[in-house]
């Protein structure tokens, strides 16, 4: 009778201990499968971020200028983007019968004497950042000969991103 009774409590002791260990594992399974998954669901949601908006477009505001392009009277155009990454470089071009030229505010002599009298130092660039928001603003006196059918492009590019704004002079006021 007693040999019966202790291979059956020999069992149960090995049972047990086979539960124990299961029970072990499987906390220690648990205690590191929930931090791992976490990591996993943080890094994935990271890339995906950081994905979603490289390939996104760089938005830039309307550009905002005066209602009437006045000759011989100072016009200020200004150009906005919210959100703007670190890296963003805006410029300011002109563009006349279907060719872009950038707005130089140095002193080069190197164009012609059309690309001269069109792109002279008569425009100023301000550019300035508030927390986020990067602002340019470009200030030139319109002139009839110069920019009656002209069009300014506001030009923002940060990596592969980029964007544009225009502002049209298509009808330019005499003074009175």
């Keep these: 009778m007693v040999s019966a009774a202790a291979p059956k409590s020999l069992l149960s002791i090995v049972i047990y201990s086979s539960n124990a260990a299961d029970r072990s594992s499987a906390g220690i399974i648990t205690a590191w499968s929930v931090p791992v998954l976490i990591l996993v669901i943080i890094i994935t949601g990271v890339l995906w971020w950081r994905l979603k908006w490289r390939k996104a477009p760089l938005i830039i505001c309307d550009i905002v200028g005066p209602p009437k392009l006045i000759d ?19 410029t300011w071009l002109i563009r006349r019968a279907g060719q872009e030229q950038e707005i130089q505010t140095s002193q080069r002599r190197e164009r012609s004497e059309e690309a001269e009298s069109l792109l002279d130092t008569s ?13 340019s603003s470009l200030s030139f006196i319109p002139h009839m000969e110069r920019h009656k059918d002209v069009t300014f492009i506001c030009r923002g590019v940060s990596g592969k991103r980029k964007g544009e704004r225009t502002f049209s002079c298509e009808t330019i006021y005499g003074e009175i």
Excluded: F, M, N, R
């Design 72 to 90: 011989g009277e100072e016009a200020v155009l200004c150009c906005t983007v919210d959100d703007a990454p670190e890296d963003l470089c805006v």
């Design 123 to 135: 425009y100023v660039i301000k550019s300035q950042v508030v927390g986020h928001q990067y602002s």
